[in-house]
């Protein structure tokens, strides 16, 4: 499986942006699917997944502000971000999860100015 991240940028605080992970694979046929982040000096943590069923998770600090979705016609995984705060600067990774392993995605940085 192969991952390819984008949309990552610079925006304020209270701003939006939406990350695209384009999948070499049908998505539904991923087992999951989703995003982690690290920011500097931080381990990577998970921001938000989603099943094969349609089963979605997030980390408590994304929860209500960011939104994970597939597209089966554009075959990519995408994270919607709102009301986007200085803390959730760092580089997000596109990742997925099969019987075989853990596929990543190279990372985009995401920067919040307050």
């Known amino acids: 499986v192969q991952l390819q991240a984008c949309g990552g940028g610079l925006v304020q605080a209270g701003g939006s942006l939406r990350l695209s992970c384009a999948v070499s694979?049908?998505?539904?046929?991923?087992?999951?699917i989703g995003w982690y982040r690290q920011a500097p000096g931080k381990e990577r943590e998970m921001v938000g997944m989603?099943?094969?069923?349609?089963?979605?998770k997030y980390a408590d600090s994304v929860k209500g502000r960011f939104t994970i979705s597939r597209d089966s016609t554009e075959n990519t995984v995408n994270l919607q971000m709102n009301t986007l705060k200085p803390d959730d600067t760092a580089v997000y990774y596109c990742?997925?999860?099969?019987?075989?392993?853990?596929?990543w995605g190279q990372g985009t940085l995401v920067t919040v100015s307050s």
């Open positions: 989603v099943s094969s069923d349609g089963i979605t």
């Open positions: 694979r049908s998505i539904f046929s991923i087992n999951i």
């Open positions: 990742y997925a999860e099969q019987s075989d392993g853990i596929y």
